[in-house]
């Protein structure tokens, strides 16, 4: 059997592993439920982005999953478009959404 988890991709081998100490009808609702949450979580991030044209740099570090620095960092490099109102710097939601796509 060990043989037979080596050969299989990443994910095959973990369903390999988890149908040895559970039932492939848990495994199989185990996938369900990840695919499901996987979808709303997506669903819910297209929502907030397509609401709003411009974030601040917590907004888009939370979207990237980083720090406001980064963020900023990011629009130094001109990796981010950004607009300054007064002191404050927002980061165009569309540049967002390609820098994470990219990732």
Known sequence: MRD???LCGPSEGVRARLEL???PAIVDA??????????????????RTAQRTWLT?????????CSPDAV???????????????RRVYVSAASVE?????A
């Not at 740099?57 to 999953?65: F, N, P, Q, R």
């Not at 900023?72 to 300054?84: A, D, F, N, T, W």
């Not at 390609?98 to 990219?102: D, G, I, M």
Request: a positive charge.
């Open 4 to 6: 037979q988890l080596l």
């Open 21 to 23: 100490l559970l039932s």
């Open 30 to 47: 185990i996938e369900e439920l990840v695919e499901l949450r996987v979808r709303e979580e997506l669903a819910a991030r297209d929502t």
């Open 57 to 65: 740099l917590e907004e888009a570090g939370k979207e990237l999953g």
């Open 72 to 86: 900023r960092m990011r629009v130094k490099r001109g990796r981010l478009e950004s607009r300054r109102q007064g």
């Open 98 to 102: 390609r820098l994470s796509c990219a």
